[in-house]
């Protein structure tokens, strides 16, 4: 069995290098000797077993969270799946809010490994930034290479255990709806460019509207934060610039909350003059008048399934499971005027 001078000496490193790089000391250590201990740990297949035994500690282990904001209703959602199958299993849940921030993501992974948690979860959308999620994964390998488990909800670049709801697929269904109805004047409100979640559910809304004949021209995209405000802001400036729009499709319930506020400011009928769509059904989206049309995502279960995949060491080979999305149907839409829907 490898030991840590095994390591050391296959990276060219001294032991205490080695050590910091295994442990997630939060002394410095540079990128490149960071990851010539990491390929020494896997060629060498080495584990620390004191760290090992700790991790094998069914009931007093605790797991590490990290989410975009827990106060967004999304994670809120998500972390109650999450802390559901974390109590049954006497699990101590810790709970990083990242803001979006990703240098924010990269210290709590640090954090937590220096916590030595039995899994770190990664609860939020990935981002399209090579050089993060380059170091990021990095980070999460060094973690597992002392036993440590890692399991994401949404498209991440890192292999392993991950919970992948259909946001491409729901966002294809939401486009068909809307072309059932008949609108062909339709602007999106999405959510920051950077982040995967808003690539795939803006793919999917164009692929269904490719399908129906049409076009979603860039200019009658708004990119914002996933919030009611920054949704209303962006419902704002496309009715001022394209003031003929029959439909506003929100990439997430918050959002189009915001849009339904700002029309029901500009005193605009929903859906009489304009049809409003959500995605992720919110518990608060069949509260809100007119309630929300929607694309339901198990966000309860898809915390739930993560955390259990994260627990479950039994699986050598990463395992992915893909959650359906569904349309439902509500009073915050409607055909286009004139037109009856097919």
């Known amino acids: 069995m490898a030991t840590l001078s095994d390591v050391a000496r296959r990276a060219g490193v001294s032991p205490a290098t080695a050590s910091r790089v295994i442990n997630g000391s939060s002394k410095p250590v540079t990128d490149e000797l960071r990851e010539r201990v990491l390929r020494a740990v896997a060629e060498l297949q080495y584990v620390p077993n004191a760290h090992a035994q700790l991790l094998a500690r069914s009931h007093r282990g605790a797991v590490g969270v990290i989410v975009h904001d827990v106060s967004d ?3 809120a959602e998500i972390t109650r799946g999450l802390q559901r199958v974390a109590t049954d299993q006497g699990r101590l849940l810790m709970i990083c809010n990242s803001y979006r921030d990703p240098e924010r993501e990269l210290e709590y992974v640090e954090l937590l490994r220096g916590q030595q948690v039995a899994a770190i979860i990664l609860a939020g959308s990935g981002y399209h930034a090579p050089e993060f999620t380059r170091l990021l994964n990095g980070k999460l390998t060094a973690y597992e290479a002392t036993g440590g488990r890692v399991a994401v909800i949404g498209r991440h670049e890192h292999s392993g255990d991950a919970v992948m709801p259909d946001n491409r697929g729901g966002a294809r269904l939401l ?35 490719t399908e129906h004949g049409r076009q979603l021209p860039e200019h009658l995209v708004r990119y914002a934060e996933f919030d ?27 959002m189009a909350i915001g849009a339904l506020s700002l029309l029901r400011s500009r005193g605009l009928a929903v859906p009489g003059q304009l049809s409003v769509f959500g ?45 359906a999305a569904e349309l439902v149907r509500r009073d915050s839409s409607g055909p286009v005027k004139g037109r009856a829907p097919y």
């Open 73 to 75: 209703p999304y994670f």
């Open 279 to 323: 995605f992720d059904d919110m518990p608060m989206a069949r509260d809100v008048t007119p309630a929300l049309t929607t694309v339901r995502l198990p966000l309860v279960e898809m915390g739930a399934r993560a955390m259990a995949l994260a627990l479950d060491a039994g699986s050598p080979a990463p395992r992915v499971e893909s959650l």
């Open 228 to 254: 009611r405000d920054s949704g209303a802001e962006a419902t704002a400036a496309l009715l001022d610039a394209e003031p003929g729009l029959t439909a506003i499709a929100a990439l997430n319930d918050s």
């Open 175 to 209: 486009g068909q709806e809307i072309c059932r109805l008949g609108h062909e004047r339709v602007a999106v409100v999405a959510g920051p460019r950077v982040l995967t979640t808003t690539t795939d559910r803006l793919t999917g809304l164009r692929e269904a509207f």
